[in-house]
């Protein structure tokens, strides 16, 4: 058994005071959870050595990935390890009843592969339930699509995974098995919603004596254990085909939904085109429809040079206004464009065109500000994950329920949490707003509604270099853009890029938000501007990612949501609570 230099920071000892100390090669997966941080087998010293990095929204879920790492598994398999711990730690916003995106970069490749396992709607959808939305608690089953994650995590395993996919679910059902402790992101949410008691899994789980878990609170989810124990040992086949199946399908239907055993036995994954644009001096490749977020990100750096947003002044209140102004324009353009390619033609170079992005610049003054139509349109909650191994493949994937514990329908025997994906399609009503006859993203059976999740790789001089994504629904691509261009254009580092100071732009009523902390001087010139600005109302959002310096990659873990991140270094680091100038939590 082979010895490994380690680092440690003990309880209770100052901040960057580290010890060394020899430990046997078995102590390390535990060693983690106690701050123990791996740099390098014994004898070759402390220099940092390339292994890899991860940064997750949990902890938990970012050592999950590191014991793949570990154990000879690629940065795929850390992502689907990672994926699949996420649904049981983190399932307020992912699990096998969702669906996602991932974007994979193999080291000898100049452009990524991109594949979709969104959700999907059943053949026997309602619209008229959906034009009635928000919809009664009884009625949540209308808005649950067809899961995607599990064929999308199994096809991602067996394109691009080194390990065997049954290994890749040993930590979730461990977590599942053993226990976990409750996060303050959990806690939290747990507390945020009066209907989730209402649902008897959920109660069972998180509601001891009615009421609901604090943090630290270990929680054992043996019916999920079972579920991952069998989609280990049978692939996608033991969700999509006989009892779970089933039972899903009844839970489904048992609130409204028309979801059954034909819906399930169609669903596939769809491989696209990555969305790219050359942008000071780096190839940047994004998520495509039925991706909105990747075309939020391409328009604005299409519109915005390096040059004058450098003029501009980071985090000035021109740079503020800006970048605002290009994201409503962008987001027009989704409201009237972008649908699921399947049912609506995908104009993306039509969009993309610098032609047509010229003119859209020509019509932004540093003076006047654009108001975007009153629209209801928002999506929930995400969970992304960032991975790298060392030999230089990289994964930027992210998964969603949507809503808190999606529709708030689980699975009895299974443990599954199921989505309420359909609720991202657009509202009739809501259409009339933006002077069109009908949305693209109107509801349509076999349909994916549209997404904002980012999925986002940079490379210079073709070289990777950055790894993106986020959580927080229509908020995703907004801070996934505003990091982007922080790291690529200013340089900022990756501690500075999680805390940054970050603004949103709500689709009714003001036009901008600020988060906490920012300075009043801030509000007053963008209101010189015309933009009419609040603070950022608490909801959950968070951008985690990968940076390359000089020859190692460093990793970042959104405070906002507790994450977890290692870097190159191997260090094991859970991001501390956002200080005054991060976003409230929902």
């Known amino acids: 058994m082979s010895d490994f230099w380690v680092v440690a ?40 050595v390339e292994r890899g990095a991860v940064a997750s929204e949990h902890p938990l879920v970012t050592r999950a990935a590191l014991e793949t790492l570990r154990l000879g598994g690629n940065a795929v398999d850390a992502a689907i390890t990672a994926a699949l711990t996420a649904g049981v730690v983190s399932p307020t916003s992912s699990g096998l009843g969702g669906g996602g995106f991932a974007m994979v970069l193999r080291s000898n490749e100049r452009e990524p592969s991109v594949l979709d396992f969104r959700e999907t709607a059943p053949r026997g959808l309602s619209v008229e339930a959906l034009e009635r939305r928000p919809l009664p608690f009884e009625e949540r089953g209308h808005l649950v699509g067809v899961p995607g994650e599990p064929l ?41 919603n009066a209907d989730l008691p209402k649902e008897k899994p959920l109660a069972a789980l998180f509601f001891g004596g009615g009421r609901p878990a604090l943090e630290g609170r270990v929680v054992k989810n043996l019916p999920l254990a079972r579920t991952l124990a069998r989609v280990a040992a049978e692939g996608p086949k033991a969700i999509y085909q006989g009892a779970i199946a089933t039972e899903l399908i ?16 169609a669903y596939s994954i769809r491989d696209r085109k990555p969305l790219h644009v050359s942008w000071a001096g780096h190839e940047i490749f994004t998520m495509p429809p039925p991706s909105a977020g990747g075309l939020l990100l391409a328009e604005t750096l299409g519109m915005l040079s390096p040059a004058e947003l450098t003029r501009a002044g980071y985090l000035s209140g021109a740079y503020h206004h800006l970048l605002a102004e290009a994201f409503r324009s962008a987001l027009a353009d989704r409201f009237r464009n972008v649908g699921d390619p399947e049912f609506v033609a995908d104009r993306s170079a039509e969009w993309l065109a610098p032609a047509r992005l010229s003119e859209r610049r020509r019509n ?12 209801a349109s928002e999506e929930h909650g995400t969970h992304h994950i960032v991975a790298t191994d060392a030999q230089g493949m990289l994964v930027s994937l992210t998964t969603t329920v949507n809503r808190l514990f999606g529709a708030k329908l689980v699975g009895k025997d299974s443990g599954v949490v199921l989505n309420d994906e359909l609720d991202d399609f657009t509202l009739a009503k809501d259409v009339k707003a933006l002077g069109i006859a009908s949305s693209p993203n109107a509801p349509r059976p076999g349909a994916r509604p549209v997404s904002s999740m980012t999925p986002s790789i940079a490379l210079k001089d073709g070289r990777p270099v950055l790894a993106i994504g986020g959580s927080g629904g229509m908020a995703i691509s907004t801070n996934v853009t505003q990091v982007l261009v922080a790291r690529l254009l200013f340089g900022k580092s990756v501690e500075e890029l999680t805390r940054m100071p970050r603004f949103f732009v709500p689709t009714k009523g003001d036009t901008l938000w ?50 977890g991140a290692s870097d190159s270094s191997g260090e094991h680091l859970a991001a501390p609570a956002a200080t005054s100038s991060a976003a409230p939590r929902r």
């Open 364 to 375: 932004i003054a540093l003076d006047r500000t654009h108001a975007l139509p009153l629209l």
């Open 152 to 192: 999308g995590l199994f096809e991602l395993s067996r394109r691009f995974g080194k390990r065997p996919w049954a290994s890749l679910a040993a930590p979730a059902i461990r977590a599942a098995r053993q226990g976990f402790a409750v996060g303050p992101h959990l806690a939290r949410s747990l507390g945020s």
């Open 250 to 265: 009844q839970t489904a239907r048992s609130a409204g939904s028309s979801l059954d055993q034909q819906d399930m036995d």
């Open 9 to 48: 920071s003990p309880p209770g000892v100052r901040k960057g005071v580290r010890f060394l100390a020899l430990l046997p090669a078995w102590v390390t997966p535990a060693a983690s959870a106690l701050g123990l941080f791996l740099l390098a087998p014994s004898g070759r010293g402390a220099e940092p």
């Open 514 to 563: 600020l988060e906490a902390g920012s300075p009043p001087a801030l509000f007053e010139d963008l209101a010189f501007r015309g933009e009419r600005v609040g603070k950022a109302p608490q909801f959950a959002t968070a951008v985690q990612l990968l940076a390359r310096d000089g020859a190692l990659w460093q990793a970042a873990a959104d405070p906002r949501k507790h994450g």
